[in-house]
């Protein structure tokens, strides 16, 4: 039922005031109407209040209600008061100064941030009306006339009188307390509720913006991928037609086919890549002509491109070849995609390669390995590059293990495993 200083339904606003005003205009004629009635009718005969004590204690049941929301403790105590006065004072009206007091107590247990004090009032406001209850019953029982005759029912009628009163009162007293808690809960859980609605939509914002920056990441990658090995090859036959064009026309012309076909394919890839995107960006599912699917079979078109690239290259596949899921596929094409691409670039002008695919029992494991040194370009085992990065999280995508750095006997180690079940 509590709540924490960081939250309170108060103070309220200039239409909730203007509410209670209302509210009070209403039960104030509504008063004076059953006063009146009830003064013709000689509720308290001979004994009932003067007329002008009646207006007073009309307007003083009725007018604390107009501030009921804005120092709901104090008009609990003040109507509290009130209610006590004119039932002393002979007021004629029994019946709608009892809502006077519901609502005062209502409104402290529904709309008081500080809950030990609401709880606090409304127990001294409740504990007073019931003592004075038990005084008066105790003042009809020293009151031998002011009993009713007892006819030999089965309770005596003043203890049934007694009795009826107190029940009335639990009742009375309870249904306002229940009545204010309840509505000081519901608050609180609508409070709680708007807090989380908030707590969401600014989730969703950040895994939006989150989307974001990883499709960002995504087409960095794709584009890493495309491009990172057409260009070295393209860079290292460019060279090779640069040193021998002078005197080896045929070798030349042969580097620069070779720059031709890997524009082309880089071209090719790019274009295939951008219409994935698209299919994307629209909602399409067909993944197939997507660069990022190339699969398993293109591995030996990479080993070609290195010894075109003047790197003898060893290109050897292990075990049964069989179906390997389109995921795995195209992980295992793009890390020996990438690891191809850092022979070109890192492992010197003569170092040899091996690309290997094996096939196991549970997966499919992808290895590029060369015994070079990497001279014009520091390799270390951080994969701190955008390559080395791309490629333990194509790994990790896929549930896979990647050993990326370099070996014992010199050259540098790629080893890729994935799982296929």
Known sequence: MGTTAEWSRLPVGRREFRQDALLALVLGAGLAITTMLYGSAGTYGDDQAAWWVSALLVVANAAPVAFRRRWPMTMAVVS?????????????????????LFIALYTVGAWCSDRVRAEVVRWVVIGGMFAWLFVAIAFGWAVPNALPNDDGGLIPPYIALSLLNIVINVIYF???????????????????????????????ERSAAQAVTIERVRIARELHDVVAHHVSLMGVQAGAARRVIGHDPEQ????????????????????RMLGTLRADED????????????????????????????HPTEYVVVGSVRDVPPTVSAVAYRIAQEAVTNVLKHAGPTARADVRVRYLDDGLEVEVTDDGHGDRAPRNTAGSGLGHVGMRERVAAVGGRIEIGPRARGGWLVRAWLPTT
Do not use: M
């Open 80 to 100: 509290a008061l009130a209610f006590a006065a004119t039932q002393i004072l002979h007021v004629p009206e029994v019946f709608l100064v009892n809502f006077t």
């Open 252 to 271: 030349a012309t042969a580097s620069l086919g070779v720059v031709e076909q890997s524009a082309r394919t880089a071209v090719e890839e790019l274009r």
């Open 174 to 204: 309870g249904a306002a307390w229940y009545a204010g808690n309840r509505a000081w809960a519901s608050a609180v859980a609508k409070h709680e509720l708007d807090l989380r609605t908030a707590e969401l939509a600014a989730e969703r």
């Open 283 to 310: 909602g399409g599912d067909d993944v197939r002509a997507a660069p990022s699917t190339e699969g398993l079979g293109r591995i030996g078109e990479l080993a070609d491109s290195a010894r075109t690239a003047g």
